[in-house]
């Protein structure tokens, strides 16, 4: 696919090689922009489960032409049905189709997704430089003078933070902003082989812990629980994240009760405090920008943090090639991506107050479906 060229820059420094660092170097490699990819892991690894790949997340990747790849490695759904947390079905969503070839929503393998995208930043010849971050930023009307951690410097005409919800690029260069706030939840996963017929995504209301099963692969899935965030000086070990979740899911049904009862201590399982944040306008300064994490981070509620970070990274390189200027561009990006972005995380942030505050599951359901309606839009 042919994409327009953007005339306003010729470099580009991508800080962060993760879903929306390399979202956005490839978009704007496609766009002919030279664009160079840091990250401070000098492996490149990525952590973690899988992934839900909504409708618009996936309607997303297939403007980075990576749609067909992700098809063939994880799992595609038209459905989500929602239970009780007895496994009593409460109702079925059926996901709408939002473009023409176009799968309605589905799961990958996190590491595996990532695989996806590094091939893709091979494949367009992106420079990535790992174990690598930056220190300092001196933005001025024609560039940015950027000093890495290595104490090399270096000069791009932009600089993309995307950098994580702990984002050094916004500690230097942006503060008016701040870190992510607790939301007072936290998020268990598991990684687990695929129950018995399971052949949709499942959400589990009506507990105090809600949770869901997503499927990754033809074999795999993963199951998330949230649960009400207690401060504990000490990581939990293995064997205390094993006997924990088991507990969570005493009195689970169907697919989550089948999981409680087929767990093993070597599946791999995770738990980590929720934090989003909406970060203040603006999100650019002079030639510096934020997106993902960094400057949009939300909870997995509505399985859309990544796709976020996918839509920004597409939008920040159209909006730079339909602008005669680099501000003009980086304004109509920030435009763009302010009310989507705050509608996912206000979505997102209302549905875990509605869990924590015990609410009963056909709120939790109308809310969802509601902000899974607007997220089908176009952005």
């Given at each position: 696919m042919t994409r327009e060229k953007i005339s306003s820059i010729a470099s580009a420094l991508v800080v962060g090689g993760g879903i929306g660092g390399m979202a956005t170097a490839i978009s704007l490699a496609e766009r002919g922009v030279r664009a160079d990819l840091i990250d401070l892991d000098p492996e490149w690894r990525v952590y973690g489960a899988g992934i839900t790949i909504t409708g618009p997340t996936l309607r997303a990747y297939r403007r980075l032409g990576l749609l067909e790849p992700i098809k063939e490695?994880?799992?595609?759904?038209?459905?989500?049905?929602?239970?009780?947390?007895?496994?009593?079905?409460?109702?079925?969503?059926?996901e709408p189709v939002i473009e023409e070839g176009l799968p309605a929503t589905g799961g990958i393998m996190r590491p595996v997704l990532h695989r996806i995208m590094q091939k893709r930043v091979r494949e367009l010849e992106?420079?990535?430089r790992l174990g690598l971050t930056v220190t300092a930023l001196e933005s001025d009307d024609t560039g940015v003078d950027v000093t890495f951690s290595d104490e090399s410097t270096g000069r791009y005409d932009l600089v993309v933070g995307a950098d994580s919800v702990f984002s050094g690029v916004r500690?230097?260069?942006?503060?008016?902003m701040g870190p992510a706030v607790p939301t007072g939840q936290g998020c268990w996963r598991i990684s687990i082989r695929k129950p018995p017929g399971l052949d949709a995504g499942e959400f589990?209301?009506?507990r105090d812990n809600p949770?869901?099963?997503?499927?990754?692969?033809?074999?795999?899935?993963?199951?998330?629980?949230?649960?009400p965030h207690e401060e504990r000086e000490e990581f939990m070990t293995d064997e205390e994240l094993y006997s924990t979740l088991k507990g969570l899911l005493a009195d689970f049904g169907g697919n989550a009760g089948w999981i409680r009862d087929n767990?093993?201590?070597?599946?791999?399982i995770n738990y980590r405090p929720l934090a989003a944040a909406l970060q203040p306008r603006p999100w650019y300064n002079g030639r510096v920008v934020l997106l993902g994490d960094a400057v949009h981070a939300t909870t997995p509620h509505l399985a859309s943090g990544a796709g976020m970070a996918v839509e920004s990274g597409v939008v920040l390189a159209e909006e730079l090639a339909r602008a005669d200027t680099v501000s003009e561009g980086l304004q109509a990006f920030e435009d763009r991506r302010y009310p989507r972005c705050q509608d996912v995380i206000e979505s997102s942030v209302g549905i875990g107050n509605l869990q924590l505050n015990r609410r009963p599951p056909e709120e939790h359901a109308a809310l969802l479906e509601g902000a899974l309606s607007r997220l089908n839009e176009p952005f």
């Open positions: 490695a994880g799992a595609i759904t038209n459905q989500t049905h929602l239970y009780r947390y007895d496994g009593t079905l409460i109702h079925t969503l059926d992106i420079p990535v500690e230097i260069a942006f503060q008016h589990f209301l009506g949770c869901g099963i997503t499927a990754c692969s033809p074999d795999d899935v993963y199951m998330w629980m949230l649960t767990m093993t201590r070597e599946d791999w």
